[in-house]
């Protein structure tokens, strides 16, 4: 058991709609953490919320937007939908300030046809 | 911000034999830590390294920070099947960004 929930674990979308993902953080956790892997690839970073603000981000376009709620919870969403955007996409938690021993959740696979 | 390089991509192995990858960066680090995923997995914490040439071992796993803070290293002693995976390096960055290498995946033959 990760300790992290996220939802749904697969999804399938036309190229230029839109997607929500969810994620709710392990307890005690209030930073979250978004990744997109692509197949063969490492995790690479979207961006953190915390104290339901974005306080970094990585190079993702403004398609790319996300959401964090006053219970930790957090949403990634993405615009637009491209081809390229299928992927896993990860949301890991930490304490603020902690950039160590992140828990992963099991991830969200997303294939845009 | 610089990537940390890992290497081999892929490293396909008997079963009992040793197995070793390795993650380099250009710039020192202020500490490295390496994640194991299964496959159709996420990403675990194994371990942290922060002391120039620490060593770590956790069971046949032994981890190693390079006296330059550069480099590290993660060696499975005799493999078993449930070492499959891909093994990857992080570094932190500026802020609470942890920046992933591309991994190495381990295939386990029995």
């Known amino acids: 058991d990760a300790g992290v929930t996220q939802s749904p674990t697969h999804l399938i979308k036309t190229r230029g709609q839109q997607v929500t993902l969810r994620c709710s953080p392990k307890s005690g956790h209030d930073t979250v953490s978004w990744y997109q892997q692509a197949l063969g690839q490492g995790p690479q970073f979207i961006f953190q919320y915390y104290e339901e603000e974005e306080r970094q981000r990585g190079n993702f376009p403004d398609r790319f937007s996300g959401h964090q709620y006053p219970n930790y919870s957090s949403e990634l969403n993405v615009n637009a939908l491209l081809l390229g955007d299928s992927a896993l996409y990860l949301c890991?938690?930490?304490?603020?300030?902690?950039?160590?021993?992140?828990?992963f959740g099991s991830g969200t696979r997303l294939t845009v046809v | 911000g610089q990537q940390v390089m890992q290497i081999p991509q892929y490293q396909h192995v008997q079963e009992g034999e040793d197995f070793t990858t390795y993650c380099n960066s250009s710039?020192?680090?202020?500490?490295i830590q390496w994640y194991k995923q299964r496959p159709g997995g996420h990403p675990v914490f194994l371990i942290q390294l922060v002391k120039s040439g620490e060593v770590k071992k956790q069971k046949r796993l032994t981890f190693q920070f390079g006296e330059a803070k550069k480099n590290s290293s993660l060696h499975i002693t005799a493999t078993q099947t449930t070492d499959v995976g891909t093994y990857f390096c992080?570094?932190?960055?500026?802020?609470?960004?942890?920046?992933f290498g591309a991994g190495t995946i381990l295939r386990v033959k029995s």
């Open positions: 710039t020192t680090l202020s500490n």
């Open positions: 890991a938690s930490s304490l603020p300030g902690v950039v160590v021993g992140y828990t």
């Open positions: 992080a570094r932190p960055e500026y802020g609470n960004k942890l920046v």
